[in-house]
T-cell receptor, first 110, second 116 residues
Framework: SQKIEQNSEALNIQEGKTATLTCNYTNYSPAYLQWYRQDPGRGPVFLLLIRENEKEKRKERLKVTFDTTLKQSLFHITASQPADSATYLCALGRGNKLVFGAGTILRVKS | SQTIHQWPATLVQPVGSPLSLECTVEGTSNPNLYWYRQAAGRGLQLLFY??????ISSEVPQNLSASRPQDRQFILSSKKLLLSDSGFYLC???????????????FGEGSRLTVL
């Protein structure tokens, strides 16, 4: 069955540094991949979408890459701020079905 | 603008009791609708999704069911709750993108269910 892996350990970084989060998947060929941010007790909020024929997408301080050969997506937050602290979820989709990973907790320290 | 409403926000139910969670979307037509469950410290598990009235796709065999009686209404139900049904239930909607799949999901605020 399909499997989505995100770092289970929290990522702790210093303010101003670049945070890099990883999403690996197996037994799946997604047509697109999305990243979401989730704060405690809240629903996830959409950040970026990248399709299988795209290598990289950017939005302000965010960048996502999608390597269908490695079956991996990397999510970067540049010039990180304490307000970026949250859980970040990757989600893989084909058709109307979107499946989420367990998420990685990011903590940005000032 | 589009909004999504989900209720109740919190509920505590005894094992074996029924469940009904409701979700409605405003400001859009024919959305894709989704129910996810998130156990404590875990990721989102897709339970059901719907691309139209009366069309329900079930992802996980369990004692839950979903219905879509109206275009913008999505209901999650159970006849008899289990302890393992505890969790944070999230409803979401998206704009269908035809052959390109679905766009971004817009989530409700969630319903936290505790089964005792």
């Amino acid at each position: 069955s399909q499997k989505i892996e995100q770092n289970s350990e929290a990522l702790n970084i210093q303010e101003g540094k670049t945070a890099t989060l990883t999403c690996n998947y197996t037994n799946y060929s997604p047509a697109y991949l999305q990243w979401y941010r989730q704060d405690p007790g809240r629903g996830p909020v959409f950040l970026l979408l990248i399709r299988e024929n795209e290598k990289e997408k950017r939005k302000e301080r965010l960048k996502v890459t999608f390597d269908t050969t490695l079956k991996q997506s990397l999510f970067h937050i540049t010039a990180s701020q304490p307000a970026d602290s949250a859980t970040y979820l990757c989600a893989l989709g084909r058709g109307n079905k979107l499946v989420f990973g367990a998420g990685t907790i990011l903590r940005v320290k000032s | 603008s589009q909004t999504i409403h989900q209720w109740p926000a919190t509920l505590v139910q005894p094992v074996g009791s029924p469940l009904s969670l409701e979700c409605t979307v405003e400001g859009t037509s024919n959305p894709n609708l989704y129910w996810y469950r998130q156990a404590a410290g875990r990721g989102l598990q897709l339970l059901f999704y719907s691309v139209g009235i009366g069309q329900i796709s079930s992802e996980v065999p369990q004692n839950l069911s979903a219905s879509r009686p109206q275009d913008r209404q999505f209901i999650l139900s159970s006849k008899k709750l289990l302890l393992s049904d505890s969790g944070f239930y999230l409803c979401a909607w998206s704009v269908p993108a035809g052959g390109a799949g679905t766009g971004e999901l817009f989530f409700g605020e969630g319903s936290r269910l505790t089964v005792l």
